[in-house]
Each structure stands twice: as structure tokens, then as C-alpha cells.
């Protein structure tokens, strides 16, 4: 059964540093373009960064500097180092795999709670 497993989510103060996780199975990971996205309450749901297959990369104009995503194809996972938060960082990240043949098949992951709070 597909199935993506993020972690990672706290507290942290302004300024400070977190590294998100996504533990994917049951697919062919390097087959993905892995993303992660954000969502605030009232809120439509952001994309934050996209990693491809090929380990291009793209970020959302607010991160950029600021945010990583990498990928660790042995242990299946995806990763998003994120640096200098803000209070405006505070948001649920979601990790979504994407198949890059046929993206109508895509899976998500069940969020992880990011607080920027001092």
C-alpha cells in the first residue's frame, strides 16, 4: 500500500532551523517528483518546494533561500531543511509524491504541524 509518512513538526523560535521528513512505500520513489506543500487555516493548501526524479528543483518565491528539499533514495525519503523561519512559516506541511509519467497518480501524506512562535 502506497504511503507517505511525514515528521519532523514542532516548535521552534524565529530564526531558528527545523528539518521536515517524508518516509515513502509501497512505490517506485525515484519514479516521483516529491513535493511539499503548506496550509494555514482558511487557507488553500501552498506549494512550497518540488524536487524531480532528475533532482531539479523549484521553491515558492517565499521560502527561496531560506528552504531545502533533498531526497535520500536508498532510505526513500524526502527531505525539507528549512532555515531562518518566520512567524508566517507556521503552517501544516504536507509531502506529496507525484508520478511523473502519469501525475493523476499522486499520493499525499497526513501533515505535520510546523509552529514559528517565540
Known amino acids: 500500500q502506497e504511503q507517505l509518512v511525514e515528521s519532523g513538526g514542532t516548535l521552534v523560535q524565529p530564526g531558528g532551523s527545523l528539518r521536515l521528513s517524508c518516509l515513502a512505500s509501497?512505490?517506485?520513489?525515484?519514479?516521483?517528483?516529491m513535493q511539499w506543500y503548506r496550509q494555514t487555516p482558511g487557507e488553500e493548501r501552498e506549494l512550497v518546494a518540488v524536487i524531480g526524479p532528475g533532482s531539479s528543483t523549484k521553491y515558492a518565491d517565499s521560502v527561496k533561500g531560506r528552504f531545502t528539499i533533498s531526497t535520500d533514495n536508498i532510505k526513500n525519503t524526502v527531505y525539507l531543511q528549512m532555515n531562518s523561519l518566520k512567524a508566517e512559516d507556521t503552517a501544516v506541511y504536507y509531502c506529496?509524491?507525484?508520478?511523473?509519467?502519469?501525475?493523476?497518480?499522486?499520493?499525499w501524506g497526513q501533515g505535520t504541524q510546523v509552529t514559528v512562535s517565540s
Open positions: 509501497g512505490f517506485a520513489f525515484s519514479r516521483y517528483s
Open positions: 506529496r509524491a507525484v508520478n511523473v509519467v502519469t501525475p493523476t497518480n499522486y499520493y
